[in-house]
């Protein structure tokens, strides 16, 4: 991120600009902008486990059973907490991946910082899809604090153990563009290429309206994955 390009927007979108960011920044904002509107859904792999915790956690999601499937979660979560080859690694965020969810899903506050301790703990041992879904949803949450700087890594870690995860790179162009005011053309277009419904996410988000040759740019033709 760090080889950014710098927004010229045109002089008489100064001004709006600048409140524009003064009002995003505001940590009590309801919702915490348009992104925290949009839960990240559950990914249709993780409702189709197998073994017998996961099973019946992905039965419980699909029927809305969510305070049963996060009970059920940190129990897998313990038992695979024992298991130290890859295998049991990769259902130990399998767990959590179906936990997170189900947090977000209850809107429990107390129950969102147990885990994200539990992911902290293992960030940089492990890569995967569920990782990424992991580290993804921490960044939103430290960012709806108004812990910007950990958003921003939250979402790194999340890219660096999926780079296909089409949402780490949305997260990091949302924050390179409304935290650190700079070009987050890459960041989108690289979302945009691993999914390609995350163009009409971006260019007709309420926020992102505010800059036109952004989306200008958005829309020009590119290879992208269905």
């Known amino acids: 991120m760090g080889d950014s390009k710098i927004i010229h927007l045109p002089r008489e979108s ?34 189709d486990y197998t073994g017998p915790y996961l099973v019946t956690v992905s039965g419980l999601i699909k029927a809305g059973r969510h305070g049963e499937a996060l009970s059920l979660s940190h129990e897998g979560l313990d038992t695979c907490d024992e298991l130290v080859e890859a295998k049991g690694r990769s259902r130990w965020w399998q767990f959590l991946s179906c936990a997170v969810y189900c947090a977000e899903m209850l809107d429990r506050e107390e129950e969102r910082e147990r885990l994200l301790s539990l992911g902290k703990a293992r960030r ?38 999926d780079r296909s995860f089409a949402e780490a790179h949305f997260l990091l162009g ?3 563009l409304f935290v650190r005011e700079s070009d987050p053309i890459e960041h989108f277009r690289a979302a945009i290429e691993n999914d390609g419904a995350y163009l009409a996410r971006i260019v007709h988000d309420p926020e992102i309206v505010n800059f036109p040759h952004l989306r200008a740019q958005l829309r020009k033709p590119r290879l992208v994955k269905s």
């Open 14 to 47: 100064r001004a709006t600009k600048e409140r524009l960011f003064d009002r995003l920044r505001r940590p009590t904002l309801r919702h915490i902008l348009s992104i925290l509107k949009q839960m990240l859904p559950i990914p249709s792999y993780l409702l």
């Open 174 to 176: 949302w924050y390179t």
């Open 124 to 161: 940089g041992r492990d890569e995967g899809r569920d990782v990424a879904y992991c580290f993804s949803h921490f960044s939103r949450w430290k960012y709806a604090e108004g812990d910007y700087d950990t958003a921003i890594a939250y979402a790194e870690i999340a890219r660096g153990a």
